[in-house]
Protein backbone atom coordinates (compact mmCIF):
# COMPACT_ATOMS: atom_id res chain seq x y z
CA UNK A 1 0.00 0.00 0.00
CA UNK A 2 1.38 3.00 -1.08
CA UNK A 3 0.98 6.00 1.56
CA UNK A 4 0.51 9.71 -0.24
CA UNK A 5 2.41 12.75 0.20
CA UNK A 6 0.24 14.48 2.42
CA UNK A 7 0.07 11.40 5.35
CA UNK A 8 3.75 11.72 4.70
CA UNK A 9 4.02 15.31 5.51
CA UNK A 10 1.85 14.56 8.57
CA UNK A 11 3.54 12.02 9.98
CA UNK A 12 6.92 13.55 9.84
CA UNK A 13 5.43 17.01 11.11
CA UNK A 14 4.29 15.44 14.53
CA UNK A 15 7.34 13.19 15.13
CA UNK A 16 9.46 16.53 14.19
CA UNK A 17 7.49 17.96 17.01
CA UNK A 18 7.65 15.21 19.51
CA UNK A 19 11.42 15.37 18.85
CA UNK A 20 10.94 19.14 19.55
CA UNK A 21 8.73 18.37 22.90
CA UNK A 22 10.91 15.93 24.02
CA UNK A 23 14.35 17.87 23.75
CA UNK A 24 12.90 20.57 25.52
CA UNK A 25 12.57 18.44 28.51
CA UNK A 26 15.82 16.78 27.84
CA UNK A 27 17.17 20.49 27.90
CA UNK A 28 15.44 20.85 30.86
CA UNK A 29 16.10 18.10 32.96
CA UNK A 30 13.24 15.79 32.56
CA UNK A 31 13.17 12.30 31.80
CA UNK A 32 10.00 11.49 29.95
CA UNK A 33 10.52 7.69 30.36
CA UNK A 34 10.68 7.21 33.87
CA UNK A 35 8.16 8.09 36.28
CA UNK A 36 8.86 11.20 38.63
CA UNK A 37 7.33 11.95 41.84
CA UNK A 38 6.33 15.95 42.91
CA UNK A 39 7.42 17.34 45.98
CA UNK A 40 6.96 20.86 46.40
CA UNK A 41 9.37 23.28 49.01
CA UNK A 42 8.76 27.20 50.07
CA UNK A 43 11.52 29.69 50.62
CA UNK A 44 11.73 33.44 51.48
CA UNK A 45 13.70 33.52 48.53
CA UNK A 46 15.44 31.11 45.62
CA UNK A 47 18.38 33.07 45.31
CA UNK A 48 18.71 32.74 42.03
CA UNK A 49 17.44 29.32 41.55
CA UNK A 50 15.87 28.38 38.33
CA UNK A 51 13.85 26.03 36.34
CA UNK A 52 15.81 22.53 35.40
CA UNK A 53 18.10 22.94 37.76
CA UNK A 54 19.52 20.03 39.69
CA UNK A 55 18.27 18.17 42.68
CA UNK A 56 21.53 15.99 44.05
CA UNK A 57 21.33 13.29 47.08
CA UNK A 58 24.79 12.91 48.28
CA UNK A 59 26.08 14.60 44.92
CA UNK A 60 23.92 12.44 42.86
CA UNK A 61 21.22 13.89 40.45
CA UNK A 62 17.89 11.88 41.18
CA UNK A 63 16.08 14.97 39.95
CA UNK A 64 15.25 18.21 38.52
CA UNK A 65 13.20 22.12 39.37
CA UNK A 66 9.67 21.38 36.92
CA UNK A 67 8.68 24.49 38.41
CA UNK A 68 9.10 27.85 39.92
CA UNK A 69 6.12 29.87 41.42
CA UNK A 70 5.88 33.22 42.85
CA UNK A 71 2.01 35.06 43.71
CA UNK A 72 1.98 38.22 46.08
CA UNK A 73 -1.17 38.11 45.98
CA UNK A 74 -1.44 34.42 47.59
CA UNK A 75 2.14 34.76 49.76
CA UNK A 76 5.24 36.34 50.44
CA UNK A 77 7.13 32.76 49.53
CA UNK A 78 8.73 31.66 46.60
CA UNK A 79 7.47 27.51 45.87
CA UNK A 80 9.54 25.63 44.36
CA UNK A 81 8.29 22.24 42.34
CA UNK A 82 10.24 19.08 42.66
CA UNK A 83 10.68 16.44 40.12
CA UNK A 84 12.24 13.25 41.60
CA UNK A 85 12.67 9.98 39.82
CA UNK A 86 10.27 7.37 42.18
CA UNK A 87 12.71 5.20 42.82
CA UNK A 88 14.36 7.09 45.66
CA UNK A 89 12.24 6.97 48.84
CA UNK A 90 12.63 10.37 50.55
CA UNK A 91 11.95 10.33 54.41
CA UNK A 92 9.45 13.40 55.74
CA UNK A 93 11.96 14.44 57.99
CA UNK A 94 14.24 15.58 54.82
CA UNK A 95 15.65 18.82 54.46
CA UNK A 96 15.51 20.89 50.51
CA UNK A 97 18.76 22.85 50.77
CA UNK A 98 19.33 25.87 48.37
CA UNK A 99 23.26 25.87 47.35
CA UNK A 100 25.47 27.15 44.53
CA UNK A 101 26.68 24.27 42.46
CA UNK A 102 29.67 25.48 40.79
CA UNK A 103 32.09 28.28 41.38
CA UNK A 104 29.97 30.66 38.85
CA UNK A 105 27.06 30.92 41.15
CA UNK A 106 24.80 28.55 39.86
CA UNK A 107 22.49 27.02 41.76
CA UNK A 108 21.13 23.72 42.62
CA UNK A 109 19.26 21.93 45.23
CA UNK A 110 20.27 18.91 47.96
CA UNK A 111 18.03 16.89 49.07
CA UNK A 112 19.44 16.00 53.50
CA UNK A 113 17.89 12.78 53.59
CA UNK A 114 16.51 12.42 57.11
CA UNK A 115 16.61 9.10 59.92
CA UNK A 116 12.61 9.14 59.75
CA UNK A 117 11.08 5.60 58.83
CA UNK A 118 7.97 7.46 57.31
CA UNK A 119 8.38 8.97 53.43
CA UNK A 120 7.40 11.71 51.44
CA UNK A 121 3.74 11.83 48.75
CA UNK A 122 3.47 12.37 45.87
CA UNK A 123 2.66 16.56 46.68
CA UNK A 124 4.16 16.65 50.04
CA UNK A 125 6.20 19.57 51.14
CA UNK A 126 9.95 19.44 51.97
CA UNK A 127 11.61 21.42 54.90
CA UNK A 128 13.39 24.42 53.17
CA UNK A 129 16.77 25.98 53.57
CA UNK A 130 19.31 28.23 52.19
CA UNK A 131 22.96 27.62 52.32
CA UNK A 132 25.22 30.60 51.87
CA UNK A 133 28.04 30.71 49.79
CA UNK A 134 31.17 31.92 49.91
CA UNK A 135 30.64 34.90 48.13
CA UNK A 136 27.18 36.07 49.02
CA UNK A 137 29.33 35.48 53.03
CA UNK A 138 32.27 37.68 51.20
CA UNK A 139 29.78 40.24 50.13
CA UNK A 140 28.23 40.35 53.44
CA UNK A 141 31.66 40.94 55.71
CA UNK A 142 32.75 43.23 52.48
CA UNK A 143 29.50 46.07 52.87
CA UNK A 144 30.71 45.33 57.02
CA UNK A 145 34.23 46.45 56.31
CA UNK A 146 33.26 49.38 53.79
CA UNK A 147 30.80 50.47 56.22
CA UNK A 148 32.97 50.30 59.11
CA UNK A 149 35.96 52.30 56.67
CA UNK A 150 33.35 55.00 55.86
CA UNK A 151 33.34 55.51 59.52
CA UNK A 152 36.60 55.90 60.48
CA UNK A 153 37.39 58.03 56.95
CA UNK A 154 34.28 60.27 58.27
CA UNK A 155 35.81 60.59 61.80
CA UNK A 156 39.57 60.92 60.63
CA UNK A 157 38.35 63.54 58.43
CA UNK A 158 36.15 65.50 61.20
CA UNK A 159 39.80 64.89 63.28
CA UNK A 160 41.86 66.42 60.74
CA UNK A 161 39.18 69.18 60.51
CA UNK A 162 39.63 70.12 63.95
CA UNK A 163 43.63 69.90 64.25
CA UNK A 164 43.54 72.40 60.80
CA UNK A 165 40.74 74.68 63.34
CA UNK A 166 43.87 74.39 66.13
CA UNK A 167 46.40 75.20 64.13
CA UNK A 168 44.68 77.78 62.20
CA UNK A 169 43.86 79.47 65.39
CA UNK A 170 47.32 79.49 67.16
CA UNK A 171 49.60 79.96 63.97
CA UNK A 172 51.04 83.08 66.07
CA UNK A 173 52.18 81.28 68.95
CA UNK A 174 53.42 78.52 66.94
CA UNK A 175 55.21 81.05 64.50
CA UNK A 176 56.96 82.16 68.25
CA UNK A 177 57.65 78.78 69.35
CA UNK A 178 59.88 77.74 66.07
CA UNK A 179 61.23 81.25 66.35
CA UNK A 180 62.60 80.33 69.80
CA UNK A 181 63.81 76.68 69.41
CA UNK A 182 65.22 78.37 65.74
CA UNK A 183 67.07 81.23 67.86
CA UNK A 184 67.55 78.63 71.03
CA UNK A 185 69.45 76.50 68.82
CA UNK A 186 71.82 79.39 67.21
CA UNK A 187 72.59 80.39 71.10
CA UNK A 188 73.86 76.74 71.73
CA UNK A 189 75.94 76.72 68.79
CA UNK A 190 77.50 80.28 69.49
CA UNK A 191 78.16 78.57 72.85
CA UNK A 192 79.69 75.42 71.68
CA UNK A 193 81.67 77.76 69.42
CA UNK A 194 83.12 80.00 71.95
CA UNK A 195 83.45 77.02 74.18
CA UNK A 196 85.38 75.04 72.00
CA UNK A 197 88.62 75.45 73.70
CA UNK A 198 87.39 74.63 77.17
CA UNK A 199 85.45 71.82 75.74
CA UNK A 200 89.61 70.48 74.35
CA UNK A 201 90.41 71.11 77.35
CA UNK A 202 87.75 68.99 79.25
CA UNK A 203 88.06 66.05 77.16
CA UNK A 204 92.17 66.04 76.53
CA UNK A 205 92.03 66.49 80.73
CA UNK A 206 89.66 62.97 80.68
CA UNK A 207 91.53 61.46 78.50
CA UNK A 208 94.98 62.22 80.84
CA UNK A 209 92.77 61.01 83.78
CA UNK A 210 92.09 57.79 81.87
CA UNK A 211 95.53 57.05 81.19
CA UNK A 212 96.51 57.85 84.42
CA UNK A 213 94.19 55.15 85.85
CA UNK A 214 95.38 52.74 83.53
CA UNK A 215 98.89 53.72 84.62
CA UNK A 216 97.72 53.15 88.51
CA UNK A 217 95.81 49.86 87.91
CA UNK A 218 97.81 48.22 89.59
CA UNK A 219 97.40 50.11 92.32
CA UNK A 220 94.18 50.40 92.31
CA UNK A 221 94.09 46.48 91.74
CA UNK A 222 95.55 46.39 95.38
CA UNK A 223 93.88 48.68 96.79
CA UNK A 224 90.72 47.06 95.82
CA UNK A 225 92.24 43.47 97.45
CA UNK A 226 93.51 45.24 100.43
CA UNK A 227 89.44 46.30 100.87
CA UNK A 228 88.31 43.20 100.95
CA UNK A 229 90.99 42.08 102.67
CA UNK A 230 89.16 43.86 105.58
CA UNK A 231 86.00 43.20 104.65
CA UNK A 232 86.79 39.50 105.23
CA UNK A 233 88.41 40.43 108.14
CA UNK A 234 85.33 42.15 109.68
CA UNK A 235 83.16 38.79 108.33
CA UNK A 236 85.41 36.76 110.24
CA UNK A 237 85.84 38.54 112.96
CA UNK A 238 82.93 37.54 116.31
CA UNK A 239 81.19 41.18 115.71
CA UNK A 240 78.28 39.76 116.76
CA UNK A 241 79.52 38.24 120.02
CA UNK A 242 81.03 41.29 120.95
CA UNK A 243 77.74 43.76 120.26
CA UNK A 244 76.09 40.83 122.60
CA UNK A 245 78.67 41.35 125.04
CA UNK A 246 78.38 44.85 124.80
CA UNK A 247 74.68 45.00 125.69
CA UNK A 248 74.78 42.49 127.96
CA UNK A 249 77.43 45.30 129.72
CA UNK A 250 75.46 48.12 128.75
CA UNK A 251 72.54 46.19 130.44
CA UNK A 252 74.06 45.29 133.86
CA UNK A 253 75.39 49.22 133.95
CA UNK A 254 71.63 50.48 133.51
CA UNK A 255 70.65 48.30 136.66
CA UNK A 256 73.72 49.34 138.68
CA UNK A 257 72.77 52.60 138.18
CA UNK A 258 69.09 52.10 138.80
CA UNK A 259 70.27 50.49 142.08
CA UNK A 260 71.94 53.83 143.17
CA UNK A 261 69.01 56.19 142.34
CA UNK A 262 66.97 54.14 144.02
CA UNK A 263 69.44 54.23 147.30
CA UNK A 264 70.25 50.51 147.29
CA UNK A 265 74.10 50.10 148.18
CA UNK A 266 76.63 52.47 149.97
CA UNK A 267 76.96 53.99 146.88
CA UNK A 268 73.26 54.70 146.45
CA UNK A 269 73.03 55.71 150.47
CA UNK A 270 76.25 58.08 149.86
CA UNK A 271 74.47 60.07 146.84
CA UNK A 272 70.84 59.95 148.18
CA UNK A 273 71.08 60.12 151.91
CA UNK A 274 71.81 63.91 152.96
CA UNK A 275 72.50 63.23 156.11
CA UNK A 276 75.31 61.14 155.87
CA UNK A 277 76.71 63.38 152.80
CA UNK A 278 76.14 66.10 155.78
CA UNK A 279 78.24 64.31 158.50
CA UNK A 280 81.22 63.47 155.50
CA UNK A 281 81.12 66.54 154.86
CA UNK A 282 81.60 67.31 158.78
CA UNK A 283 83.91 65.16 159.46
CA UNK A 284 86.08 66.12 156.72
CA UNK A 285 86.04 69.78 157.87
CA UNK A 286 86.81 67.98 161.56
CA UNK A 287 89.67 66.54 160.20
CA UNK A 288 91.03 69.46 157.95
CA UNK A 289 90.98 71.46 161.58
CA UNK A 290 92.67 68.41 163.59
CA UNK A 291 95.98 68.80 160.50
CA UNK A 292 95.78 72.32 160.97
CA UNK A 293 96.10 72.33 165.35
CA UNK A 294 98.60 69.25 164.55
CA UNK A 295 100.66 71.53 162.44
CA UNK A 296 100.63 74.53 164.67
CA UNK A 297 101.11 72.55 167.44
CA UNK A 298 103.29 69.86 166.68
CA UNK A 299 104.30 69.58 171.23
CA UNK A 300 100.87 68.62 171.69
CA UNK A 301 100.32 65.43 169.76
CA UNK A 302 104.31 64.10 169.86
CA UNK A 303 106.65 64.10 172.84
CA UNK A 304 110.51 63.19 171.56
CA UNK A 305 112.38 62.10 174.45
CA UNK A 306 116.11 62.41 175.00
CA UNK A 307 117.93 59.48 177.02
CA UNK A 308 115.10 58.15 178.03
CA UNK A 309 113.41 61.40 179.78
CA UNK A 310 109.83 62.30 179.56
CA UNK A 311 108.57 65.29 180.72
CA UNK A 312 105.11 65.27 182.44
CA UNK A 313 102.58 67.54 181.00
Known amino acids: MKLNKEFKIGFFGILMIGLLY ?5 LKGTDLF ?18 SASILIKGFKVGSISNISYDPTRSQNVVVEFSIDSKYPIPDDTKARIFSDGIMGGKAVELVLGKSTQYLQEGDTLFSEINKDFLEVAGSEFEFIKQRANDVINQL ?41 SI ?28 ETFSDSLNRASIPTLVTQLNETVGRLNTVMGKIEQG ?17 VQASSDLAALLADIKAHPSRYVNISVFGRRDKN
Open 22 to 26: WGINF
Open 34 to 51: SSAVRYYAVYDQVNGLES
Open 157 to 197: VTTLGHINTLLADNKDNLDRTFNNIANLSGNLNEVVENEKG
Open 200 to 227: HSIVTDLNHLTQTLSAKSGQIDRIITNV
Open 264 to 280: DGSVGKLINDDALYDSL
